[in-house]
């Protein structure tokens, strides 16, 4: 079993900056894939940025030029840097990693979820 530990979340104001951790463990042999989604009141969860082993990055729109993500497979850990912080970005965010465990088989684990609040 693989476990998510998120950290980084809190109550910012607008145009502040907040940085998010999430860090596997378990029998991990390989990483793919690491992500954030975010959920906010009312929406649908979305991907905010998802960065492949490869090191190839996308983002979505609303935070392109505002956040970055980073993977570290050595530490088994996902990182998003929040910059400009707008109220549009209040949401609960979540971690997602993909990968593969010792022997053979694949994995795809959620972090629990850390709160994000902008205020304006």
């Known amino acids: 079993q693989v476990r998510l530990v998120e950290s980084g979340g809190g109550l910012v104001q607008a145009g502040g900056s907040l940085r998010l951790s999430c860090a596997a463990s378990?029998?991990?042999?390989?990483?793919?894939?690491m992500g954030w989604y975010r959920q906010a009141p009312g929406k649908q969860r979305e991907l905010v940025a998802r960065?492949?082993?490869?090191?190839?990055?996308n983002y979505a729109d609303s935070v392109k030029g505002r956040f970055t993500i980073a993977g570290d497979n050595a530490k088994k850990t996902v990182y998003l840097q929040m910059n400009s912080l707008k109220p549009e970005d209040t949401a609960v965010y979540y971690c997602?990693?993909?990968?593969?465990?010792?022997?053979?088989?694949?994995?795809?684990?959620w972090g629990q979820g850390t709160q994000v609040t902008v205020s304006s």
């Open positions: 960065i492949t082993s490869g090191g190839s990055t």
């Open positions: 378990g029998n991990i042999f390989s990483i793919n894939a």
């Open positions: 997602q990693i993909g990968g593969t465990y010792y022997g053979g088989t694949t994995f795809g684990s």
